[in-house]
């Protein structure tokens, strides 16, 4: 009897047994997306740091090599690097930009890029303000003139 019970129960849909593996196919394209996302975030940053790269900035490379910039070429995506002892013994080596490992330039946030696009649409806007001193400097004027008045009075 109680396997008439199980028999009867078991009167499924041919869609149920897909449920689980249409499941595992979503998080398998859920988990690829993200990690498509990250990985495209950490080669944003990488990119933004590389580009950062300035003479002054201390670099070492993917081979090893620990030097200071010294000139960067931004057309040809090249850097010079200084390396040496502190004896004056020094050596100049080009690197490709993609060669930097680590380095202690900071890239500068994007807040601060648009602000600096955004400066020159500004500039015409501070001529307008200008005629608004000539008022002020009258105001200034009329105060004196009041305290002579009191000076007067009170003589």
Same mark, same amino acid.
């Given at each position: 009897?109680?396997?008439?019970?199980?028999?009867?129960?078991?009167?499924?849909?041919?869609?149920?047994?897909?449920?689980?593996?249409?499941?595992?196919?979503?998080?398998?394209?859920?988990?690829?997306?993200?990690?498509?996302?990250?990985?495209?975030?950490?080669?944003?940053?990488?990119?933004?740091?590389?580009? *950062?790269?300035?003479?002054?900035?201390?670099?070492?490379?993917?081979?090893?090599?620990?030097?200071?910039?010294?000139?960067?070429?931004?057309?040809?995506?090249?850097?010079?690097?200084?390396?040496?002892?502190?004896?004056?013994?020094?050596?100049?080596?080009?690197?490709?930009?993609?060669?930097?490992?680590?380095?202690?330039?900071?890239?500068?946030? *994007?807040?601060?890029?648009?602000?600096?696009?955004?400066?020159?649409?500004?500039?015409?806007?501070?001529?307008?303000?200008?005629?608004?001193?000539?008022?002020?400097?009258?105001?200034?004027?009329?105060?004196? *003139?009041?305290?002579?008045?009191?000076?007067?009075?009170?003589?």
């Amino acid at each position: 009897m109680l396997f008439n019970l199980l028999a009867e129960g078991d009167t499924t849909t041919p869609w149920t047994s897909y449920i689980p593996i249409i499941i595992i196919v979503l998080l398998l394209v859920a988990f690829f997306v993200w990690s498509f996302i990250s990985q495209r975030k950490k080669q944003k940053a990488f990119n933004d740091t590389v580009n *950062a790269v300035r003479p002054g900035s201390k670099v070492k490379t993917i081979g090893g090599v620990v030097g200071e910039v010294v000139e960067v070429d931004d057309a040809e995506g090249t850097f010079v690097l200084k390396t040496g002892d502190s004896e004056g013994n020094y050596s100049y080596m080009k690197f490709d930009k993609q060669a930097i490992y680590q380095t202690d330039a900071k890239p500068e946030p *994007a807040a601060e890029k648009k602000e600096k696009e955004e400066a020159p649409a500004e500039a015409p806007a501070e001529p307008a303000e200008t005629p608004a001193e000539p008022f002020e400097e009258a105001k200034t004027e009329d105060a004196p *003139a009041e305290d002579k008045k009191d000076e007067g009075e009170n003589k």
